[in-house]
T-cell receptor, first 110, second 113 residues
Framework: TQLLEQSPQFLSIQEGENLTVYCNSSSVFSSLQWYRQEPGEGPVLLVTVVTGGEVKKLKRLTFQFGDARKDSSLHITAAQPGDTGLYLCAGGLGDYKLSFGAGTTVTVRA | DAGVTQSPTHLIKTRGQQVTLRCSPKSGHDTVSWYQQALGQGPQFIFQYYEEEERQRGNFPDRFSGHQFPNYSSELNVNALLLGDSALYLC???FGTGTTEAFFGQGTRLTVV
């Protein structure tokens, strides 16, 4: 059983459309990260959020940490083919490891 | 500034054999964590090394062991390989606490036949 549940599992959209990926848990996290991973490569860190209610923007990507620090969302505006990849959320519970969700595979069609 | 580097990138081993994977952390980082990522799943925590000691371990059998050297580089050893050990093995480096701002290498793809 995954500590972090991501939805949807797969997402296929047309270039220019918007998308949102969700990451939910019943646990409270001290921090939460979002990563993007391409096939055969390691995850690349996109953002870290640590404060409940925090919103961070990275160009066309907007990340939000829930007020209770149990959930997060990633919103992409005007998606481009270069946004294609596996999006992973990962949380820290105050110990030393990161607990990952199973990921959302995003495909942006040109 | 080199990021996290892992070697080898790909490896094929036979059931029952032993394997050693290597990781050099990002410059300035002192903590190394290892993760196993099976196909279609998120990475699973194996263990973390800090100051040459295993600081925390995930739910993996004793066949999985590791080491951290004085220069902070690390090795992951897996004995008595099983077919189910086939996966992408990821090394992540960080500074200090190890749970935030973790940077990953490109991984080692291990195939057990």
């Amino acid at each position: 059983t995954q500590l972090l549940e991501q939805s949807p599992q797969f997402l296929s959209i047309q270039e220019g459309e918007n998308l949102t990926v969700y990451c939910n848990s019943s646990s409270v996290f001290s921090s939460l990260q979002w990563y993007r991973q391409e096939p055969g490569e390691g995850p690349v860190l996109l953002v870290t959020v640590v404060t409940g209610g925090e919103v961070k923007k990275l160009k066309r990507l907007t990340f939000q940490f829930g007020d209770a620090r149990k959930d997060s969302s990633l919103h992409i505006t005007a998606a481009q083919p270069g946004d294609t990849g596996l999006y992973l959320c990962a949380g820290g519970l105050g110990d030393y490891k990161l607990s990952f969700g199973a990921g959302t595979t995003v495909t942006v069609r040109a | 500034d080199a990021g996290v580097t892992q070697s080898p990138t790909h490896l094929i081993k036979t059931r029952g054999q032993q394997v050693t994977l290597r990781c050099s952390p990002k410059s300035g980082h002192d903590t190394v964590s290892w993760y196993q990522q099976a196909l279609g799943q998120g990475p699973q925590f194996i263990f973390q090394y800090y100051e040459e000691e295993e600081r925390q371990r995930g739910n993996f059998p004793d066949r999985f062991s590791g080491h951290q050297f004085p220069n902070y580089s690390s090795e992951l050893n897996v004995n008595a390989l099983l077919l189910g050990d086939s996966a992408l093995y990821l090394c992540a480096s960080s500074f200090g606490t190890g749970t935030t701002e973790a940077f990953f290498g490109q991984g080692t793809r291990l195939t057990v036949v």
